[in-house]
């Protein structure tokens, strides 16, 4: 069973940061490829980040922005996220999809708000 919880979202002021965490209850951690989506108002979800081993890949809007990063001895993922800008605005989501899989997993989201 898969259970991934996110913290660490809330309201921040434009130029401001936040860090993301997503704790993951899963068997095998550090094989999987996790990442990052949000999803602004009234948009559909998109790609933040994804990590696979040191491998990281980033949406064209947050790099140099946003660094994901991954602890596997404590089963959890990091979205750093510095100079927020108003269009971060969304729900984050953390993602899991294991090694060889095309199942991905979700966590419940949590609420990123940048605005003055």
């Known amino acids: 069973q898969v259970h991934l919880v996110e913290s660490g979202g809330g309201w921040v002021q434009p130029g401001g940061s936040l860090r993301l965490s997503c704790a993951a209850s899963?068997?095998?951690?550090?094989?999987?490829?996790m990442g990052w989506y949000r999803q602004p108002p009234g948009k559909q979800r998109e790609l933040v980040a994804t990590?696979?081993?040191?491998?990281?890949i980033y949406a064209d809007s947050v790099k140099g922005r946003f660094t994901i990063s991954r602890d596997n001895a404590k089963k959890t993922v990091y979205l750093q996220m510095n100079s927020l800008k108003p269009e971060d605005t969304a729900v984050y989501y953390c993602?899991?999809?294991?090694?060889?899989?095309?199942?991905?997993?979700w966590g419940q989201g949590t609420q990123v708000t940048v605005s003055s």
């Open positions: 993602n899991y999809r294991p090694i060889l899989s095309q199942v991905d997993y």
């Open positions: 990590i696979r081993a040191e491998n990281t």
């Open positions: 899963v068997t095998i951690f550090n094989l999987a490829t």
